[in-house]
């Protein structure tokens, strides 16, 4: 088996409005579930949010997000507040949650993993600045590493510019994924459930 791995570049990535219409994703990649097409099985995405209001519902998915850009905001699920800052842990939530955010300071933009909690597993880890982290060898998972700010070291590919993201697959090795001292970066892992 062979390590397959692609660079995502911002112009592969789709910009699409809400579910409710109030706002803007960026699409950056999406695996559909084969056996429903309605439905997929994750998708990795980026939110400009620039005013308050509701989330929308994903139904019988699983949300991770993550503040990326701004001072982040706080997000009411079902009642109970939580914060969400600038590169705090990636937050997880039910989709079909009632969700309101309040943003603290001004516009911000999140990094986001929905994904199907029944058919995968999923992860959202942030790196800071001159951080590294060896991926361990896991080929049936599926991983991104989205560089932010600067440019991010992967052995083995190389460099991963500024909002670009790369896709590992078959990951039949182990990895490592180092930032630049003015880089940080968002990596996503999503795992097949035996079923």
């Keep these: 088996m062979t390590m397959k791995t692609e660079l995502l570049s911002p112009s592969d990535y789709h910009v699409m409005p809400w579910k409710n219409g109030l706002g803007k994703t960026t699409e950056i990649a999406i695996e559909q579930n084969s056996d429903n097409p309605e439905r ?5 995405s980026i939110a400009d949010v620039t ?15 993550a503040t990326i850009e701004g001072a982040g905001m706080e997000l009411t699920v ?12 990636a937050f997880a939530f039910s989709g079909e949650a009632e969700v309101d955010c309040r943003l603290l300071d001004g516009p911000i933009r999140d990094f986001n993993l929905i994904y199907d909690p029944e058919l995968v597993a999923g992860d959202v880890e942030l790196l800071s600045h001159g951080e590294e982290r060896q991926l361990q060898a896991k080929p049936s998972a599926t991983v991104f590493i989205h560089a932010l700010d600067s440019i991010v070291h992967v052995d083995g590919f190389g460099m991963v510019k500024s909002n670009h993201t790369l896709k590992l697959e078959e990951l039949d090795q182990q990895v490592r994924v180092r930032c630049a001292e003015n880089a940080a970066a968002v990596i996503v892992t999503v795992t097949p459930k035996a079923v």
């Design 78 to 89: 079902d009642g109970t507040a939580h914060v969400v800052r600038h590169r705090d842990p």
């Design 40 to 44: 997929c099985l994750w998708r990795v």
């Design 51 to 65: 005013t308050d209001g509701p989330f929308s519902h994903f139904n019988a998915y699983q949300r991770l997000i």
